[in-house]
């Protein structure tokens, strides 16, 4: 089975048990009042997988999105706020791995299971680098 194959699914991210979300939110550039509702916000994260076409959509109080991709496969991704990155996704060690390259700082994001959770790991590669970490729980 594969790593996307492994997280398909609907998780429930779990505020509790974020690890230095402000300061990762404040590295890539996130305005201070958007920071406070992502900190607060109940959401939801669903993983679908259709042959070599992988989605995952994030439902959220304030907005919600999704994006459908192929791994190994560069593409032109926008994030709120209107920042468009270079993203590809790949498997690497168990993990999916998400790179983004763009202004003002480059970022990776790894999400893998542990135990019966998924954790997601976040870096800004700003000077210094920024991590932070979120668990979800199956719902």
């Not at 492994?6 to 974020?18: A, R, Y």
């Not at 109080?61 to 192929?70: A, D, G, M, R």
């Not at 000077?127 to 199956?138: D, E, L």
Request: proline content about 4%; hydrophobic content about 30%; glycine content about 6%.
């Amino acid at each position: 089975m594969s790593v996307a194959q492994s997280l398909v699914g609907t998780w429930k991210i779990d505020n509790s048990e974020s690890e230095n979300l402000e300061a990762y939110l404040q590295a890539i550039g996130m305005k201070d009042d958007m920071i406070e509702r992502a900190i607060q916000s109940e959401v939801e994260v669903e993983w679908k997988v259709e042959g070599d076409q992988i989605t995952q959509f994030i439902r959220a109080p304030v907005k919600s999105h999704s994006v459908t991709f192929t791994l190994n496969s560069p593409f032109d991704e926008t994030l709120q706020g209107g920042k468009v990155f270079e993203t590809t996704y790949t498997e690497e060690d168990g993990k999916l791995v998400k790179r983004q390259i763009g202004s003002p700082y480059n970022c990776t994001c790894s999400t893998e299971l542990i135990g019966d959770q998924l954790v997601e790991t976040r870096t800004c590669e700003s000077s210094p680098p920024v991590s932070s970490v979120r668990k979800m729980n199956r719902v």
